[in-house]
């Protein structure tokens, strides 16, 4: 709740009195009487002093007009008290000095008497302001407890001698969370341990959350209702806390349903890639020796994007796949596939990086291309040798090679001139914004460089729930 910062005393419901005529009016009227009364009794005890009744006058102006109207009186009193009862006495030499010395003393304690009511004054309507504003914060709490679809229960912890947590008090419940457990408002002031189907660990968990002061959260199954609830622990005090409700039902089975729809997209996704493979060496096999070959590579680059979408359904995200992971498995399988004399070695080192499936599907199929010349080309029998596929970061970007000690590459006058697989390499390296470099000896080694702000990184990388 907001709220104005003017003067109250420049506010006109700040006073018991309304309007300026009225403030006024009731200033004169106040000191006319005082004057009044003042004569009456100075008819009846001559003693009686100048400035009696005058006092109360400012008093009451300050109190319900303000301070204003309370030094207007002061000074409309000090007038009539110095014209109708000091003037005519003062001529008496002995009154000469006297009377001025009165009126000043009548001033002072008259602004005295203003000040010290205006400070009253102000106090009291700061101790009206606060409790106004407890009062309306009080109400804004009662309607969100009442009103609110999150169950919430506010705990106060037992601890035994030792310093353990036993057990707790609910002190507060409200009509969701009364609803979310299927029980009556009398739950309020009982303990957990008089609770049906206490959870395991649950006074743990709780004791963490109060002597660390992290939150913690976890999901609960009910078993009643079967509804599924992500449940939150938050410190309050040292020994009070706060318990929160979530009914995720719906949102479990959400999740579930896109689960189902993945794995029959998967499923459809893999026999189209089976159909397409097994189409190609069906056609390999009728095919003359050259026509042979390049559907054999055709077949391989299929697998090759098979791989990636295998690891994109193991993944445990829709978007991002383990690159390490990922290459060791092709290789793995373009091993099986392309070494069948043991003559050579597919040696793989790769560090785990998370890149996004559009840089995984043009890296998996250029190292398909690479590794699969490497092996054809680079030992002829019976020449033995190794490959080597390396994958790592190297401070903004990754890093990609795939080398051999064999005989080498032509010279590049001759390289590429008809060759696909160089052709399609550039492509798909090209695709994902890097850059490939050929080293000549020994052997023949590819490396290829991404920038790493390619990758996608995780936007939140959270531990998993209890």
């Known amino acids: 709740m907001t709220r ?85 006495i003062a001529q008496e030499p002995r009154l000469r000095v006297a009377a001025p010395l009165g009126l000043l003393v009548y001033v002072l304690s008259s602004a005295a008497v203003v000040f010290a009511a205006d400070y009253l004054q102000r106090l ?98 009910a078993p009643a209702g079967g509804r599924a ?20 039902t719906d949102r479990k089975a959400a999740v579930a349903r896109q689960a189902e729809m993945f794995e029959e997209l998967n499923h459809r996704v893999k026999n189209n890639l089976a159909l397409v493979a097994g189409m190609l060496q069906m056609q390999a096999r009728g095919a003359e020796p050259a026509v042979r070959d390049q ?54 080192e790769a560090e785990a990086a998370d890149l996004p499936i559009d840089m995984v599907i043009p890296l998996g199929m250029a190292v398909n291309e690479l590794v699969t010349n490497a092996v054809k080309y680079a030992y002829p029998p019976p020449e033995t040798g190794l490959v080597s596929v390396r994958f790592h970061r190297e401070r ?3 890093r990609l090679s795939v080398g051999d000690g064999g005989r080498g590459l032509p010279e590049p006058a001759k390289m590429g001139a008809g060759g696909l697989g160089m052709t399609l390499v550039s492509s798909l390296v090209g695709q994902v914004h890097g850059k490939l470099v050929v080293r000549r000896h020994p052997g ?9 702000g390619a990758s996608s990184e995780p936007a939140f990388a959270g531990e998993r729930l209890l």
Not at 322 to 340: E, W
Request: net charge neutral; aromatic share 12%; charged share 20%.
């Open 295 to 348: 559907l054999t590579k055709a077949v391989d680059r299929v697998q090759s994007i098979a791989q990636v979408h295998q690891a994109l359904y193991r993944g445990s995200r829709n978007d991002d796949i383990d690159f390490g992971t990922y290459l060791k498995d092709l290789c793995a399988s373009l091993s099986r596939s392309l070494i069948a004399d043991g003559r050579i070695t597919l040696n793989v």
């Open 4 to 88: 104005s910062k003017v003067d109250p005393s420049l506010n006109l419901s700040a006073y018991p009195v309304q309007g300026i005529l009225a403030r006024f009016a009731l200033t004169v009227a106040l000191v006319a009487a005082v004057t009044l009364l003042r004569m009456g009794l100075g008819v009846i005890s001559p003693t009686v002093t100048p400035f009696a009744g005058y006092y109360l006058a400012v008093l009451a102006a300050t109190v319900l007009c303000g301070w204003r109207f309370g030094v207007f009186a002061l000074v409309l009193g000090g007038a009539a008290a110095w014209f109708f009862f000091l003037a005519p």
């Open 444 to 452: 023949a080694t590819f490396e290829i460089t991404v920038p790493a």
């Open 396 to 398: 903004d970007q990754f």
């Open 124 to 221: 009291v309507r700061r101790l009206q302001d606060s409790r106004g504003a407890l009062v309306e914060r009080n109400l804004q709490y009662d309607s969100l407890f009442e009103t609110m679809s999150e169950g919430f229960a506010l705990c106060e912890a037992i601890w035994s001698d030792e310093g353990r947590l036993v057990d707790y008090r609910i002190l507060e419940i409200n009509p969701a969370l009364l609803r979310m457990l299927g029980v009556g408002p009398e739950i309020a002031g009982s303990k957990f341990s008089g609770l049906p189907g206490r959870a395991r660990g649950w006074l743990a968990l709780c004791e963490r959350v109060l002597r660390g002061g992290a939150p913690e959260s976890f999901e609960f199954q």
């Open 229 to 248: 609830y992500e449940i939150r622990v938050s410190r309050i005090s040292e020994s009070r806390m706060a318990q929160f409700f979530f009914d995720i």
